[in-house]
């Protein structure tokens, strides 16, 4: 069972910048794929981000790339995520999640946080 806390959240204006943190339970953070989704008013949860296990490879949802950046340490159990250049439809709760497989559809994550709000002002 991996447990994973998100922090960093809040209230921004558009164009700001905020860091989200996820620290992980597990010990063996490092044979996870680990992933940022959030949740719009109204929306459906949505992918964000995600990183493999080594850090090497990201990807991004196409609204958010070139803006938001995933990192992990594996050191600390912990992953990251720099949003910047926030703009009003990022306002979501957004979730860290973990998944064992390579390359996770969103059904395959199999641990989620809490959440934590992210509310970009205009």
């Known amino acids: 069972q991996v447990r994973l806390v998100e922090s960093g959240g809040g209230l921004v204006q558009a164009g700001d910048s905020l860091r989200l943190s996820c620290a992980a339970s597990?010990?063996?953070?490092?044979?996870?794929?680990m992933g940022w989704f959030r949740r719009a008013p109204g929306r459906e949860r949505e992918f964000v981000a995600r990183?493999?296990?080594?850090?090497?490879?990201?990807y991004y949802a196409d609204s958010v790339k070139g803006r938001f950046t995933i990192s992990r340490d594996n050191a600390k159990n912990t992953v990251s995520l720099q949003m910047n250049m926030l703009k009003p439809e990022d306002t979501a709760v957004y979730y860290c999640?973990?998944?064992?497989?390579?390359?996770?559809?969103?059904?395959?994550?199999?641990?989620w946080g809490q959440g934590t709000q992210v509310t970009v002002s205009s």
């Open positions: 990183i493999v296990r080594t850090g090497l490879y990201t």
């Open positions: 999640t973990a998944s064992p497989l390579l390359a996770p559809s969103q059904s395959a994550y199999n641990f």
């Open positions: 597990e010990r063996t953070f490092s044979t996870y794929t």
